[in-house]
């Protein structure tokens, strides 16, 4: 499946949101949906499998850099779920997983990308929705 997420990202506003010990409790948009989620997860627009193992992908794993996603959900919150995915960098400045939901303070950005999110809200959120199933 194609994503669409610069281009789609790129024409919208970002929605606001706030961060409370560590999480971002309420979702940017109508709640997640899993499958799609997967689908992102599991595509190039993403990249997640470059260094998460993904379960149930039917993918060779790529790297072990992140942690592996199978049991995210019990691990963490969704809060937590959540801003990890939108602002890995407010958690570790020295990360190489990208903020896919942040535009602003970011240096190493080609030209075309500056000002464009990785993921639409709702990409998060589906994102966030997948990740949820894998306790």
Not at 23 to 44: C, H, N
Not at 75 to 83: A, C, P
Not at 88 to 97: A, G
């Amino acid at each position: 499946m194609a994503l669409a997420a610069t281009s789609t990202a790129a024409q919208e506003p970002l929605t606001a949101y706030r961060v409370e010990n560590g999480a971002i409790m309420t979702p940017l948009v109508a709640r997640g949906d899993p499958g799609r989620g997967k689908e992102i997860v599991l595509s190039r627009e993403s990249n997640c499998v470059l260094c998460h193992a993904v379960p149930d992908s039917g993918l060779q794993t790529m790297g072990n850099l992140g942690p592996p996603l199978a049991g995210a959900a019990a691990r963490l919150s969704e809060g937590q779920l959540r801003l990890r995915v939108v602002d890995s960098l407010r958690l570790n400045p020295d990360t190489v997983m990208p903020s896919y939901y942040r535009v602003d303070g970011l240096t190493a950005v080609a030209a075309q990308y500056r000002g464009k999110p990785v993921l639409t809200a709702q990409q998060v959120e589906d994102v966030i929705a997948y990740l949820l199933t894998l306790r």
